[in-house]
């Protein structure tokens, strides 16, 4: 053979060769296009069965979405799914003490409480009163201990009374006043700070009250309807007096609970009590949340840590108590 046609074949392999490796890339290129646009069909298919895809076909943004995701149970996806977008839907969620077990009832409480704030409609139903008050009653977990809740909703039983009440010393109170010691113990250590820096002597006029006790006062309150009762007097059993953790404070130079608002000496126990393990319990703004009227003069222990956080977060205890220790 000559030159010329081994050339000619070297040259015509080469070309087979190229060819065949052309048609081989084109192919693998087809099978790899294919295969791909075959996982992102079925990826996408499979994605469309996701409650991200279905939440965001309601018009709610990605970010919106993802922060869904993160509270979503049954009856929120439901929700979600079934009801055209509204602000209101996720704008609720971004509140500050907003717990994914009552969204529904945030929802349904605020369609028919519009001029309430979101901060509002939280704070209530998380604490119950937007039920009303007395409507559903529970049993006082007693396993918290010096967080005990006691109020319109939450109900100690009729006999109970602490094994470790005290008598309050004459010094620092009037007669007839006892309370769990460490609340004595407490209450007199702030006492002292206070006729330290003020040179003023407080004195605790009310503290625990038995449930015949509390029956006999809400008696004598309801004489006037029982409205009028509710809104100044617990009922038997919903007092925090039971507890041995409450004193009304007053002082020898405001003895009287309407002019102890504005004395120096309640300034200093609002903004400083926290210190000693105390709270006021019935602060002023806070009724919707308390059922009660602002009194200057009661003060609930709840131990100094938890008494800190509260003043820090500017609550109240059922606020606290719902978020923080129920949850």
Known sequence: MTTKKKRKKRLRLRYEGVKFLTYFIFFLLLFIYTITNSIKIYSFYQYKKTDEYKIRTMGYSLEETKDFLKIIDDDIKEFLLTNPKEDIYYSITQEKYFLPKNYIKYIEYQKSN???SLKDIIAMVNVHSSEGWYNNTYKTDMSKKNLILVNKFYQLEEGYQRDDLVEIP???SYDDNKAAKEVVDKYIEMHKKVK?????HLMVNSSFRSYEEQNEIYKSFRSKGEAYADAYAARPGFSEHQTGLAID?????????????ESEEFEWLKNNCYKYGFILRYPEGKEKITGYSTESWHFRYVGVENATKIFKEGITLDEYYAYFIEK
């Open 170 to 172: 004459l010094q620092y």
């Open 249 to 261: 404070i007053t002082s020898t130079a405001h003895p009287y609970s309407k002019d102890f608002k």
């Open 114 to 116: 519009q001029n309430l």
């Open 196 to 200: 330290e820096e003020l040179g003023i």
